[in-house]
């Protein structure tokens, strides 16, 4: 069974920039990423989503400050967030691009002055 473990959130005024990171204990080869999030109250959205050579897809309200990479060799997924806003404030998720694997932990981002 795959694992999907995130790191990297954090607490981070407006502005703000972090980087998260996703370790999938299988292969990603082959298979389309996404990250997601879920702020409270809210259902989970998909964020940003990357195929296997490369090209991305963003939220709108992420474009031009969100971005995500691969490292197939690790079995890693990145998202980069610049400029980062209060109503980016959520629990970050990755998974593949149809979200069939099991969860993880996720990642808490919370962007507050």
């Known amino acids: 069974q795959v694992q999907l473990v995130e790191s990297g959130g954090g607490l981070v005024q407006p502005g703000g920039s972090l980087r998260l990171s996703c370790t999938v204990s299988g292969t990603i080869f082959g298979i389309y990423m996404a990250w997601y999030r879920q702020a409270p109250g809210k259902q989970r959205e998909l964020v940003a989503r990357?195929?296997?050579?490369?090209?991305?897809n963003y939220l709108d309200s992420v474009k031009g400050r969100f971005t995500i990479s691969r490292d197939n060799v690790k079995g890693a997924v990145y998202l980069h967030m610049d400029s980062l806003k209060p109503e980016d404030t959520a629990v970050y998720y990755c998974?593949?691009?149809?979200?069939?694997?099991?969860w993880g932990q996720g990642t808490q981002v919370t962007v507050s002055s």
């Open positions: 998974n593949n691009h149809a979200s069939t694997w099991s």
């Open positions: 990357i195929t296997t050579n490369g090209n991305t």
